[in-house]
């Protein structure tokens, strides 16, 4: 049975030039200090959000605005992107996005927290202020005297939220330039689309053909000491003539690009039945036929062959009878159920985006190729070179790594670059040894150098021993770059991955001893901490935030897990 590949990259992580993008400061933990408009007995469901960042808007302006202009203005503002009300701990949890005139600001999202009291107990995430002043500026419509002018609102801190936390009350003196002209495009999204695969056409000296036809959505682009601008983000994703996975931010008005990235996630590897065990399956049975295809999970789990090219139709593998001779789709469909069963059974997520999404799975893709990758669609497998890597199916924390970038897509969407890319990566492997359970700490040494044995990627129990730092005293300050890996998103995923292994295993490190809590207790806190409270650009101190707080949620303030959370990120110097 033939299926066309047209599976170019739709959706994928959101990225930008730095983790800390923005030119606001980063939205602080509550910590002890509680706004007094959160104690809100009388209020419920959304208006407890609105309220508590009106009070918030009031309080760090100098702005006497009445209640009903800062309501007003609170809400064109920010958007509820997400609310996610927890029955189990009488929680609830909303996931905000900054907006101005109607459009998002690219990175500028939230996590909103409430105890079971309706109090504040966390607040997590990125804000841009002043976005008028900046786009007027950038776009020539505004005197050096006017900018200085709406730049220079004065604001009131708080023990709680740092200074310029909100949006400027200097948004609303739009007088000098029509706020909705900032905002209005003079391209269109065909034009977007077309310069973006023109500038890919040129890097890859070969003409782009997406199978899939590409979109372009409209942001405000404002990273912290760049001009802002109003721009088209569009990706250009392709499998031939080689893998290619591009976000561009196209200048809305002038179509010059104003940004780029590489947003292809490449893995490790998984082999057969590469490994010569047996593995029991779920297939589907068409006429004569046996298929690798699980109806019996989600919205489907379905495994292909592209038949070692990089273009073409893609196969489902086939048999004549329930057994099949294919070792790599072997492999990359049962790993695939398992993966789905980990997250169904522990944490009732219904796939990688909660709501069924179908898990499929390509391999045999390109001649000796050594890399798998999620591309937003599908997961694709290589057969390695068998010096470098085996079969890139054959390891079951490889499988789980790389799905597990899928997960991190549709929760917190963690920028793959700096800290926030490294707790990409390092989040992915901890799903992936918790998943595979075999409690050796290492990623992907099933497949890695298979003529090596014990060789691997990465280890977690001692990160040094592949070069990675455990500490932050030896965090690695790399370019985003390529060559720089893109701000250290491997190399420095040793430190969250050593604060995982410490939580769950315990010991002693840099002369601070951590009671371990076990995988399971430990990996729960992770996901919880992934799904309600990390925001696309956290870095590793929003990251004990978060974790502090998801135990707290699950086991108590005082809880012995509680306790192993903070000294796990005591001993690697995450404050």
Do not use: C
Not at 16 to 25: L, P
Not at 344 to 359: M, Q, V
Request: glycine letters at 8%; zero cysteines.
């Amino acid at each position: 049975m033939k299926k066309t590949a047209g599976f170019l990259l739709a959706g994928s992580l959101l990225i930008s030039t730095q983790s800390s993008v923005f030119a606001a400061e980063d939205v602080h933990p509550l910590g002890e200090y509680t706004p007094k408009v959160v104690s809100q007995t009388s209020i419920s469901g959304d208006e407890k959000v609105w309220s508590f960042l009106e009070q918030q808007n009031r309080s760090l302006t100098t702005n006497d605005a009445s209640s009903e202009a800062s309501s007003d203005y609170i809400r064109q503002r920010f958007e509820i992107t997400k609310r996610q009300p927890d029955s189990a701990t009488g929680t609830d949890h909303y996931r905000l996005a900054q907006t101005y005139e109607g459009v998002p600001i690219y990175g500028a999202d939230q996590t909103l927290h409430f105890d079971p009291s309706g109090k504040v107990s966390l607040y997590l995430g990125k804000v841009v202020d002043d976005v008028y002043g900046k786009l007027a500026s950038s776009q020539g419509n505004v005197t050096e005297e006017v900018y200085s002018k709406q730049d220079s609102k004065q604001t009131l801190s708080s023990p709680a939220v740092t200074e310029d936390v909100y949006p400027s009350d200097s948004d609303n003196n739009e007088s000098s330039v029509d706020s909705k002209s900032l905002v209005t495009p003079k391209l269109s999204t065909a034009e977007a689309i077309r310069i973006a695969q023109k500038d890919t056409a040129a890097v890859i000296g070969s003409s782009v053909h997406p199978l899939d036809d590409p979109t372009a959505t409209l942001y405000i682009y404002a990273p912290e000491g760049q001009e802002a601008h109003l721009v088209y983000m569009t990706e250009v994703n392709l499998l031939d003539p080689e893998p290619v996975r591009t976000r561009y931010f196209i200048d809305a008005k002038n179509g010059s690009i104003v940004q780029k990235q590489q947003l292809l996630e490449h893995a490790t590897g998984t082999g057969k039945g590469v490994l010569g065990d047996t593995k029991s399956l779920t297939v589907a049975q068409v006429g004569t036929r046996h298929l690798l295809r699980d109806t019996t999970r989600g919205g489907g789990i379905e495994t292909y062959t592209i038949n070692n090219r990089t273009s073409g139709s893609l196969s489902t593998i086939s048999s004549s009878s329930s057994t099949f001779n294919d070792p790599a789709a072997v492999d990359a469909h049962a790993y695939a159920a398992k993966v789905y069963d980990f997250y169904k059974e522990k944490f009732k997520r219904n796939s990688l985006d909660g709501s069924g999404l179908r898990i499929q799975s390509v391999t045999h893709y390109g001649s000796k190729y050594n890399n798998a990758f999620w591309n937003g669609s599908y997961m694709i497998y290589g057969d390695g070179d068998g010096k470098v890597f085996a079969p890139l199916s054959g390891a079951l924390d490889v499988v789980a790594h790389e799905m597990t970038h899928g997960v991190i897509e549709h929760t917190a969407n963690l920028e793959y670059e700096n800290q926030s890319g490294a707790l990409n990566e390092a989040i992915a492997d901890m799903f992936g040894n918790a998943i595979q359970g075999k409690n050796d700490w290492l990623i992907g040494e099933d497949v890695y150098t298979p003529s090596k044995a014990g060789d691997a990627l990465r280890s977690m129990a001692d990160p040094t021993l592949y070069g990675d730092p455990a500490h932050m005293d030896q965090y690695k300050n790399l370019p985003n770059t390529e060559d720089g890996d893109w701000g250290g998103v491997h190399t420095n995923s040793g430190i969250p991955n050593k604060t995982y292994y410490l939580l769950s295993h315990g010991g002693t490190f840099e002369g601070v001893t951590v009671n371990g809590i076990g995988n399971s207790q430990a990996i729960a806190i992770v996901y919880r901490a992934l799904t309600l409270y990390l925001t696309s650009t956290s870095d590793f101190a929003d990251f004990r935030a978060a974790m502090t707080q998801a135990s707290t949620d699950l086991y108590g303030a005082g809880s012995t897990q509680t306790t192993s959370v903070k000294d796990a990120f005591d001993a690697v110097g995450i404050f």
